[in-house]
Structures are given as structure tokens and as C-alpha cells.
């Protein structure tokens, strides 16, 4: 069973710092990892996708990272922003039950001005 | 940038009644989904749906729930007979395809139901 973890839970850092989101999953078969920001109240953005069989996307002033092998995803926002502030989220979408991305239970942010 | 629209943003019904969440996906798309947040938990799979047929279901997904594509552009959720415990956050999403490595879920900004 696919069980997704992030940690912290809750982050709040100065503006303009640097930081790393963790994202873990038990079963090393996946299909890919998306990464979605929420705002309060709000729906689901899409930042970025990695394909099980790559390492790293960039965009912007994101990072992600995959380890499969270790089960593991990091998110590297640079030079962070008050706009930054929100929860993000780390889904695994897996070889087996395809349709049923499995989310973790996301890290809330705050950017400090 | 095409979004997936959800209607209505709250709606609060009483328990026992039935209610109808809507969804517009992204008019290329052809893969359907429903997912729930109870406030405070994870984002979780209710159903998927793709060529007039569910795909595949959760274990939430039972009789009182329902999905229907009525035509060439909605895609809807019905809960027959509302219970206290559907109080969540319903969220639609759709993808173009099925199976690619870089296939994305784009997500509606859902619809808040509250079950009183």
C-alpha cells in the first residue's frame, strides 16, 4: 500500500531564503510525482511533474527532485516570496490502481515579509 | 490558460437530501476525476471516469454516490442521500490522456459542501 508523507508539516521562513520541502513515498513504483500548490479555501495548481524516470524539473524558481530508490522528493523554492505563502502537496500516481493519485498530507508555508 | 470550472463554490445542504456538484473539464480532456478534502486531511480519490464509464472507484465511492457526463461538456457527482461525514471540499479534475509518464491532473477550484 502507497502511503506519501511530507515533512515539516508547517514551515515559515524570512522572505527571500532559500528552502526544501520533503516529500516521501513507501512503494518505489510509480508512474510519475506532480507537486500542486493550495491556496486557502482554494483548488489545486499544478507546479511540476516528474516522470519516474527522471530526476529533476525545473521551472521558475522551483526545483523538484526524484530518488525513487529511496522513496524520496524534494521541492527547492529559491529566493522565496510572501507569495509563496500556501500549502503544498506531493501526489504519487502509481503502476497499479493508475487512476488513484495518492496525495500527501502537505506543508504549509509561510513567507514572512 | 484552459481551467477546469466547478459550480457551485459552497453549497449547504440538509442531511438525507441529495445534491449535484458540477464540473466543466477542459474541453480537450477525456479522462474525468473526483477527489474530496475533509477539512484538516488529505486530498483523496473518489472516482475516475473516462468513455461514459467509471474507470476505476475508492472504497468511499458507494451506492450514494454517483457520476454522469449528461453531455458533450459536464461531468457531475450526485450524493443521493447526504450524511454529515460528506462535509469536505469536492475537487474535479481531468487529463488529456491515460498512461503517460507526463500525464498531469488538472485540478477545479472545488466546490465546499457542508452537511448540516
Known amino acids: 500500500k502507497q502511503e506519501v508523507t511530507q515533512i515539516p508539516a508547517a514551515l515559515s521562513v524570512p522572505e527571500g531564503e532559500n528552502l526544501v520541502l520533503n516529500c516521501s513515498f513507501t512503494?518505489?513504483?510509480?508512474?510519475?510525482l506532480q507537486w500542486f500548490r493550495q491556496d486557502p479555501g482554494k483548488g489545486l495548481t499544478s507546479l511540476l511533474l516528474?516522470?519516474?524516470?527522471?530526476r529533476e524539473q525545473t521551472s521558475g524558481r522551483l526545483n523538484a527532485s526524484l530518488d525513487k530508490s529511496s522513496g524520496r522528493s524534494t521541492l527547492y523554492i529559491a529566493a522565496s516570496q510572501p507569495g509563496d505563502s500556501a500549502t503544498y502537496l506531493c501526489?504519487?500516481?502509481?503502476?497499479?490502481?493508475?487512476?488513484?493519485?495518492?496525495f500527501g498530507p502537505g506543508t504549509s508555508l509561510s513567507v514572512i515579509p | 490558460e484552459p481551467e477546469v470550472t466547478q459550480t457551485p463554490s459552497h453549497q449547504v445542504t440538509q442531511m438525507g437530501q441529495e445534491v449535484i456538484l458540477r464540473c466543466v473539464p477542459i474541453?480537450?480532456?477525456?479522462?474525468f476525476y473526483w477527489y474530496r478534502q475533509i477539512l484538516g486531511q488529505k486530498v483523496e480519490f473518489l472516482v475516475s471516469?473516462?468513455?461514459?464509464?467509471?474507470?476505476?472507484k475508492s472504497e468511499i465511492f458507494d451506492d450514494q454516490f454517483s457520476v454522469e457526463r449528461p453531455d458533450g461538456s459536464n461531468f457531475t457527482l450526485k450524493i443521493r442521500s447526504t450524511k454529515l461525514e460528506d462535509s469536505a471540499m469536492y475537487f474535479c479534475a481531468s487529463s488529456e490522456s491515460r498512461g503517460l509518464q507526463n500525464e498531469k491532473l488538472f485540478f477545479g477550484s472545488g466546490t465546499q459542501l457542508s452537511v448540516l
Open positions: 471516469f473516462y468513455n461514459n464509464e467509471i474507470s476505476e
Open positions: 512503494d518505489s513504483a510509480i508512474y510519475n
Open positions: 501526489a504519487v500516481r502509481r503502476r497499479t490502481s493508475y487512476d488513484k493519485v495518492i
Open positions: 474541453s480537450n480532456h477525456l479522462y
Open positions: 516528474i516522470q519516474s524516470s527522471q
